[in-house]
Every structure is written in structure tokens, then in C-alpha cells.
């Protein structure tokens, strides 16, 4: 299992437009467009590899990170379909010599979200917010088993404290909500899982 924790800085850096603003948006059946990143199809092809049997497999970030070169530089198109994008990795893996998992891939379901800030508003209670977490947990993973994204994490615990500036009590609450997600996750043991919390 995956988890990566976001802190926001205060650190300004010059502009540069981020990679990920320059790639095409994935459009997606019965959904809107979806920002494509490289996480998104590591984990897509990590689950190919795995259904052929190269269970962590060491090329998957590489070949994801060949394709968004080959899209951010060569694709010329804001969108992009799934099939399309599909049909790449598949070639590309392919022509790398792992036909068995090209067999296998097809990129996964877009990750869903979670705005902490916005159900502890709706469960300004902890009990009551934990439960509610609990069941959006368990709805978001079993229905995509892949990636799951959370976010509001600050201002959700300043809602629950009722604290207008961060405390040491703010930061155990914060560790008690991710420790609790992680649990939860791993309860329902998904085959792949990245968890973003920020």
C-alpha cells in the first residue's frame, strides 16, 4: 500500500508551468475528462504486471514517464481518449518486450475523493465524523480498489477541535484520522491502493 502525505508550503518558487497542465485530459465514459498523472498509470500498470504475474514489477514508473514525454511532447490534442491512451501503453509495453502484460493492461478508474474539511462540517461531532469516514471509505475503496484521495485534512481537524490556529491536540487528531484511514483501507486489502492525503 501506497500513502502519500501532502503538507502545504509557504515557500514560493518562480512559476513554471507544471507538466501535468500541459498533458491532455482523459476523457472517460459517462464521466467528465479526467487530469491525467504519472501515479495514475504506475499504478494502472503495476496492476497489469500483477495479473501477469510480475507481481513489483521494477519498469512501471519508467515506461509511465515514457509515455507522459511522449504525450506532453508529441501529442498535440487537449484530450485524449481512454481507449487512445490504452492502446499507447499497450504498444509500448509491447515494444519493450512484456506482451503478457500488455495482455492485462487497462488503465484503472479515476481516483475518487473525499473532502475531509466538508464532512466535518456535516459531523461536527468526532463520533459521528468517524463513522461517515468510515462509510465513505469503504464505498470509495471497494468500488475502485486503487486509489482513493482525501483532502482537507487541516481545516477539517481546525473544524473538529474548534481551533482557530494549530495546537499539539490538532496534530493528534490529525494522526488518529490518517492512521484510521489507513486501517480502514487495508481492511478491505486491496490488491493496490494509494492513498493521497493532503
Known amino acids: 500500500m501506497r500513502v502519500i502525505l501532502l503538507a502545504k508550503s509557504k515557500i514560493s518558487v518562480p512559476a513554471k508551468k507544471p507538466i501535468s497542465s500541459t498533458l491532455p485530459l482523459v476523457t472517460l465514459p459517462g464521466g467528465s475528462p479526467a487530469r491525467l498523472s504519472e501515479n495514475w498509470l ?26 507522459l514525454h511522449y504525450l506532453h511532447h508529441d501529442f498535440h490534442r487537449p484530450k485524449i481518449e481512454r481507449e487512445t491512451l490504452e492502446l499507447i501503453l499497450r504498444r509500448s509495453l509491447t515494444g519493450i518486450g512484456c506482451p503478457a502484460i500488455a495482455r492485462h493492461f487497462e488503465l484503472i478508474s479515476f481516483a475518487p475523493s473525499i473532502n475531509l474539511a466538508t464532512l466535518a462540517q456535516q459531523a461536527p461531532f468526532e463520533i459521528l465524523f468517524f463513522q461517515q469516514l468510515a462509510t465513505l471509505v469503504d464505498e470509495k475503496v471497494s468500488s475502485l480498489a486503487s486509489a482513493l484521495r482525501l483532502e482537507g485534512l487541516r481545516a477539517c481537524v481546525l473544524s473538529l477541535t474548534g481551533s482557530a490556529s494549530w495546537r499539539s491536540s490538532c496534530q493528534h487528531l490529525s494522526d488518529e484520522i490518517v492512521y484510521f484511514i489507513r486501517a480502514r483501507a487495508r481492511t478491505l486489502s486491496p490488491s493496490l491502493l494509494e492513498l493521497t492525503i493532503w
Open 42 to 67: 504506475v499504478l494502472s500498470i503495476d496492476k497489469a504486471a500483477t495479473q501477469a504475474g510480475h507481481a513489483d514489477w521494477p519498469l512501471a514508473t519508467e515506461v509511465a514517464r515514457a509515455v
